[in-house]
Structures are given as structure tokens and as C-alpha cells.
């Protein structure tokens, strides 16, 4: 059945950041990257307004007979490098925020996450790559930058330098799966991707809060030769909260960041609530009650002072649940 573009046109303002068109035209591999970024970050969902009839031409002719493809590799993309890039980037700091506690995370998980972000955007469309290769790069690379938080930038950049290279047509680049095994195949996709998010972000919400508050610093920070560059992002960071205040007739002022986390951070999280637990402290206990639980705990359990055999294990718990308390009630990064 030939593709309407009145009806991609429809699909993509009514539903484009989730892929829908995409879903439409049989292009599964695009509308689950677009389920997974809101539109490839809303700027690729922007840019397909003129993109659509393409699309919907590729799709009618896959549908009328399959097409010889070329021997020879398709043309460079920059915009569809530069996606690779970024998508891998995406993929790695979701890894580092829910996945970090895994073994061999920097040695395994980190890469793969990486590569399956990569490969991801090198398959959309018509074209296609080479997984094992782009997977095999990133293991390669990750040992490299062991450790570091910014590890997914070079990872990424080496994986997408390796797709480019073996890049190549889809031998059938049309979908002609039924749609019901198609969306059960694309939720198992994202389940996938947001469960081990969403468990980090609901189980231990101030660590997550304040990774992503560090990550906005140093995004913000890049910027320091420019101030009126880091005030606009800034103030584009900051309009969710300014709209807020609109609507509920308060102001806005400078310790905005501040007050942003305030209230993300009003709820302990369970494993804070665990950590309180340990230290036989209230939940309205300040920073100052908080050092004192932990002296005095740790005057007690200390292997040195106590030669119970639990001693050392109940030591590193009150250690771990001090750390824990310390970063909830640590200064903002934004004053």
C-alpha cells in the first residue's frame, strides 16, 4: 500500500519526537532512535520537515519492488556522523548514570552501550554498518580512558569513525513485518534502554540529581570566554523553572539553581532513608547531627576498638551511609 505524505506530514506534528511517521513509513531502526532522544534532542524532528517527502518516496518505491543496490559504499553524512556522535555520547552517560555499580563497567558495559547508540544511527534508513567492528572498536578504545567520566566522548568518536568506515546499503531496506511484531520488538528496545535508568534515578535520586547537575556545571563552564553564550544557555536551561514561577506567581532570582534542586531533593531517597537508618538519625537531622552520628558510630564499630567479627563489615557501612548523607547536604554547585 503506498505511503500518504498528508498523512507523515500529520503523523510527524502530531507525534514526530516519538517516531511515529517513522513507524508509518516502516522505518523502525529511525523511530526507535527518535523514541530514545525526543526526536533525535528535537533538532532532527526539526530538520525533517523537509525530509518527509524523501522518506515517503524511499518507502513507496521499497513497497513496489525491492531495488538493486550498488556495490559501492553510500556518500559520507556529516549530519549523520555528527549523530553517531552524539547518540553514543547519549548512550554512554545514560550507562554511567544507571549502570556504573555493574562489574567490568568500564571495560564492557560502558563500550557496548556506546556501540549500540553508534549503531544505531548507522542503521537508519537505507543504510547500514558493521556491528561487530563498531562494537570491537569501542572495547578496544573504553581501556584507554578507564575510569574517566568523559570516556564516552573519545569512545564514541572512535565507533563512529569505524561505521563510517564500513558503512553500506541494506541488502532489503523496507519493513515488511506486521506491525504488532514490530511494536513488540521496538518496546522490548526501550524497555530496555529506560529500565536501568529509571531504577537509578527512583532508587538513589539525589546521586543522580547531582551527577546531572555536575554534567550542566561543566556544559555551563565550557562557556566561560563567552559570558552572554552562558548566560543564554543557562537562561534556556533555567525556562522550565521560569514558567513554573510564572504560573505559581513567584519570582525568579539568582539562586535559581539552588531552589531547582530544593525541590527535586525534598524526599529522601531509600537509600538515604537506609543510610539514616544506619546512623540512628532522624529524617530532619542537619549536616552537623549527621558528622556526629558518624563519630559516634564509628567510635564503636571500629576493628581497632571492637574485635567482633562484624565489626569491620558494620565500619563500612557507617562509612558508605556518611558519604551518602554528606553528598545530599554537601554545598550547591549553584549559588
Given amino acids: 500500500m503506498a505511503k500518504s505524505i498528508m498523512v507523515a506530514y500529520t503523523l510527524w506534528a502530531t507525534g514526530g519526537p516519538l517516531g511515529l511517521h517513522h513507524l508509518y513509513l516502516?522505518?523502525?531502526?529511525?523511530?526507535?532512535?527518535?523514541?530514545?532522544?525526543?526526536?533525535?534532542?528535537g533538532f532532527g524532528w526539526i530538520r525533517?520537515?523537509?525530509?518527509?517527502?524523501?522518506?515517503?518516496?524511499?518507502?513507496?518505491?521499497?513497497a513496489e519492488k525491492e531495488r538493486r543496490r550498488p556495490s559501492i559504499p553510500p556518500p559520507v553524512s556529516?549530519?549523520?556522523?555528527?549523530?553517531?556522535?552524539?547518540?553514543g555520547i547519549y548512550f554512554g552517560t545514560v550507562a554511567l548514570i544507571g549502570l556504573n555499580s555493574l562489574s567490568f563497567f568500564y571495560l564492557m558495559v560502558l563500550p557496548l552501550c556506546v556501540g549500540a547508540g553508534v549503531h544505531l544511527v548507522s542503521n537508519v534508513g537505507q543504510q547500514t554498518s558493521d556491528l561487530q567492528k563498531t562494537l570491537t572498536t569501542c572495547l578496544i578504545t573504553s581501556p584507554i580512558f578507564y575510569g574517566s567520566t568523559l570516556s564516552p566522548l573519545p569512545i564514541s568518536l572512535a565507533a563512529s569513525v569505524t561505521a563510517t568506515q564500513h558503512r553500506r546499503f541494506k541488502a532489503n531496506p523496507g519493513s515488511t513485518r506486521n506491525l504488532g511484531p514490530r511494536l513488540y520488538r521496538l518496546g522490548l528496545?526501550?524497555?530496555?534502554?529506560?529500565?536501568?535508568?529509571?531504577?537509578c534515578i527512583f532508587h538513589n535520586t539525589t546521586a543522580t540529581l547531582y551527577y546531572l547537575s555536575d554534567c550542566v556545571a561543566a556544559l555551563l563552564d565550557m562557556f566561560w570566554f563567552l559570558p552572554w553564550l552562558r548566560s543564554a544557555v543557562e537562561y534556556i536551561l533555567l525556562m522550565p523553572y521560569q514558567i513554573l514561577c510564572v504560573l505559581t506567581g513567584g519570582g525568579h532570582y539568582e539562586g535559581a539553581w539552588g531552589k531547582v534542586l530544593e525541590i527535586l531533593l525534598k524526599e529522601y531517597s531509600e537509600r538515604e532513608k537506609e543510610a539514616l537508618q544506619?546512623?540512628?538519625?532522624?529524617?530532619?537531622?542537619?549536616?552537623?547531627?549527621?558528622?556526629?552520628?558518624?563519630?559516634?558510630?564509628?567510635?564503636?564499630?571500629?576493628?581497632?576498638?571492637?574485635?567482633?567479627?562484624?565489626?569491620?563489615?558494620m565500619f563500612m557501612k557507617i562509612h558508605r551511609a556518611y558519604e551518602v548523607l554528606q553528598r545530599r547536604h554537601r554545598p550547591h554547585q549553584f549559588k
Fill in 26 to 41: 516502516g522505518r523502525d531502526s529511525h523511530a526507535l532512535l527518535w523514541m530514545l532522544t525526543l526526536g533525535g534532542f
Fill in 48 to 62: 525533517e520537515v523537509i525530509r518527509i517527502p524523501a522518506y515517503v518516496s524511499e518507502a513507496n518505491q521499497d
Fill in 78 to 87: 556529516p549530519v549523520r556522523f555528527a549523530g553517531q556522535v552524539c547518540v
Fill in 189 to 199: 528496545a526501550w524497555l530496555a534502554f529506560s529500565a536501568p535508568l529509571g531504577y
Fill in 278 to 313: 544506619i546512623l540512628s538519625l532522624g529524617a530532619e537531622a542537619s549536616l552537623e547531627e549527621i558528622t556526629r552520628g558518624y563519630r559516634e558510630q564509628a567510635k564503636i564499630w571500629h576493628p581497632d576498638h571492637n574485635p567482633s567479627k562484624e565489626a569491620e563489615e
